[in-house]
């Protein structure tokens, strides 16, 4: 896989890595993605992009050379493209302090809790170090019993203390690579297509409460954040699977746990993929129905809209390391950085009114070649005569 490196696209003119270095300093969970959204409105301050908040916090982000997405287009003929990744990751949060407890956000199930593991504890002082005891049934709901150097409030969220960012051979090494890279990715696209003025429609959704049943992106999609007719692309992290390996390239999504996505969607990232391997034939791009978790795509979909995604396989799935403990999780650095090259080019095609889809292309030339040799032995048949 190490040919994907010397001969995948250049790096961006921001680099993704960059942003998901600095996106993985801020803790997060469900409910508590006040960090990682401070973070990315910066970002999006520094990168010239617009950003706004909807009631519940989704935040929408576009390139501020365009106008922001309305109903119809503007006049415009062309498809909008919504990048949709998530700003929360599976934690926890306090839930009694006498004796200390607390219950998991997103799954945590992976992480088996038969040693105590190290968690901080983010409180309105500041970060507290503590542990994680045990997972204790309690009426029926899974309560875990909870240790910390110092006074937690109720209230106060909790998230594995796995070490910081860290980067080892082409491995980025993380303590929440779910979604943050996803939310990198959406950054350093938007941030390229500002940089080159592409004349496109297109934003940015960073939502929240993903992980415990897409509720961000549930909400986005009811309110109508962006106009119906937008084609949405989920960005995530996914666990590697045979034909969607780390290094591999990033994966075009054609589904996942829940749901198959959208012809029209894929198209598109398969034109994207086509212009991609045109400048560059040695590009790595895999496709791949990931079925190792349901994502915002799922969401959209059922929402109406048209939907498709892009995942970057994902290694130690939900902090779950290979005997159990809690770890980081990890992504590969050109599947990221093929990924946003991907992204940028999906723009760029969303902006090409009517293009044409290659396999419709490859499809339509080869009944061209022969559709004059069917007709001819078809003539010479007796099927069907004197029926
Ligand atoms: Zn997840």
Same mark, same amino acid.
């Given at each position: 896989?190490?040919?994907?490196?010397?001969?995948?696209?250049?790096?961006?003119?921001?680099?993704?890595? +960059?942003?998901?270095?600095?996106?993985?300093?801020?803790?997060?969970?469900?409910? &508590?993605?006040?960090?990682?959204?401070?973070?990315?409105?910066?970002?999006?301050?520094?990168?010239?992009?617009?950003?706004? &908040?909807?009631?519940?916090?989704?935040?929408?982000?576009?390139?501020?050379?365009?106008?922001?997405?309305?109903?119809? %287009?503007?006049?415009?003929? #062309?498809?909008?493209?919504?990048?949709? *990744?998530?700003?929360?990751?599976?934690?926890?949060?306090?839930?009694?302090?006498?004796?200390? $407890?607390?219950?998991?956000?997103?799954?945590?199930?992976?992480?088996?809790?038969?040693?105590?593991?190290?968690?901080?504890?983010?409180?309105?002082?500041?970060?507290?170090?503590?542990?994680?005891?045990?997972?204790?049934?309690?009426?029926?709901?899974?309560?875990?019993?909870?240790?910390?150097? +110092?006074?937690?409030?109720?209230?106060?969220?909790?998230?594995?203390?796995?070490?910081?960012?860290?980067?080892?051979?082409?491995?980025?090494?993380?303590?929440?690579?779910?979604?943050? %890279?996803?939310?990198?990715?959406?950054?350093?696209?938007?941030?390229?297509?500002?940089?080159?003025?592409?004349?496109?429609?297109?934003?940015?959704?960073?939502?929240?409460?993903?992980?415990?049943?897409?509720?961000?992106?549930?909400?986005? +999609?009811?309110?109508?954040?962006?106009?119906?007719? $937008?084609?949405?692309?989920?960005?995530?992290?996914?666990?590697?699977?045979?034909?969607?390996?780390?290094?591999?390239?990033?994966?075009?999504?054609?589904?996942?746990?829940?749901?198959?996505?959208?012809?029209?969607?894929? #198209?598109?990232?398969?034109?994207?993929?086509?212009?991609?391997?045109?400048?560059?034939?040695?590009?790595?791009?895999?496709?791949?129905?990931?079925?190792?978790?349901?994502?915002?795509?799922? *969401?959209?979909?059922?929402?109406?809209?048209?939907?498709?995604?892009?995942?970057?396989?994902?290694?130690?799935?939900?902090?779950?390391?290979?005997?159990?403990? +809690?770890?980081?999780?990890?992504?590969?650095?050109?599947?990221?950085?093929?990924?946003?090259?991907?992204?940028?080019?999906?723009?760029?095609?969303?902006?090409?009114?009517?293009?044409?889809?290659?396999?419709?292309?490859?499809?339509?030339?080869?009944?061209?070649?022969?559709?004059?040799?069917?007709?001819?032995?078809?003539?010479?048949? $007796?099927? %069907?005569?004197?029926?």
């Amino acid at each position: 896989m190490n040919e994907t490196s010397a001969t995948g696209p250049q790096q961006p003119s921001l680099d993704p890595v +960059a942003l998901l270095a600095a996106l993985a300093a801020c803790p997060t969970t469900s409910f &508590h993605e006040a960090y990682v959204a401070a973070g990315i409105w910066q970002f999006c301050r520094d990168l010239g992009l617009d950003v706004r &908040h909807d009631p519940y916090g989704n935040l929408i982000a576009t390139p501020s050379h365009l106008p922001p997405l309305a109903a119809g %287009g503007a006049g415009s003929s #062309t498809r909008a493209v919504a990048l949709v *990744a998530h700003m929360d990751h599976p934690g926890l949060e306090v839930t009694g302090t006498d004796p200390l $407890t607390g219950v998991g956000l997103g799954g945590i199930g992976g992480i088996t809790l038969d040693a105590p593991e190290p968690v901080w504890f983010i409180t309105p002082t500041g970060p507290v170090s503590g542990r994680v005891l045990g997972r204790v049934a309690v009426d029926g709901a899974t309560q875990l019993r909870l240790e910390a150097d +110092a006074p937690v409030p109720v209230g106060a969220f909790g998230v594995w203390d796995v070490g910081a960012f860290r980067e080892e051979g082409d491995l980025l090494y993380g303590p929440a690579a779910d979604d943050l %890279g996803g939310c990198a990715a959406i950054l350093a696209t938007l941030a390229e297509c500002r940089r080159r003025e592409l004349p496109a429609r297109v934003v940015g959704l960073f939502t929240r409460a993903e992980e415990v049943g897409l509720v961000g992106a549930t909400l986005a +999609a009811r309110q109508e954040l962006v106009p119906k007719d $937008t084609i949405v692309i989920s960005l995530e992290t996914s666990k590697a699977l045979p034909g969607a390996e780390m290094g591999g390239g990033p994966v075009i999504r054609v589904g996942d746990a829940s749901t198959a996505f959208h012809h029209e969607g894929e #198209t598109l990232l398969r034109r994207a993929a086509a212009r991609l391997r045109e400048a560059n034939p040695g590009v790595s791009i895999q496709r791949q129905l990931m079925y190792g978790g349901t994502c915002e795509a799922t *969401a959209f979909v059922a929402a109406g809209y048209v939907a498709t995604g892009v995942a970057f396989p994902l290694g130690n799935y939900h902090n779950a390391g290979p005997d159990g403990r +809690a770890a980081q999780e990890y992504i590969h650095r050109q599947d990221l950085i093929t990924g946003v090259a991907l992204l940028v080019a999906a723009v760029e095609e969303a902006a090409r009114d009517g293009a044409p889809d290659p396999v419709e292309m490859r499809l339509n030339q080869r009944a061209d070649d022969l559709s004059e040799r069917l007709r001819l032995t078809a003539a010479g048949w $007796t099927v %069907g005569q004197g029926a």
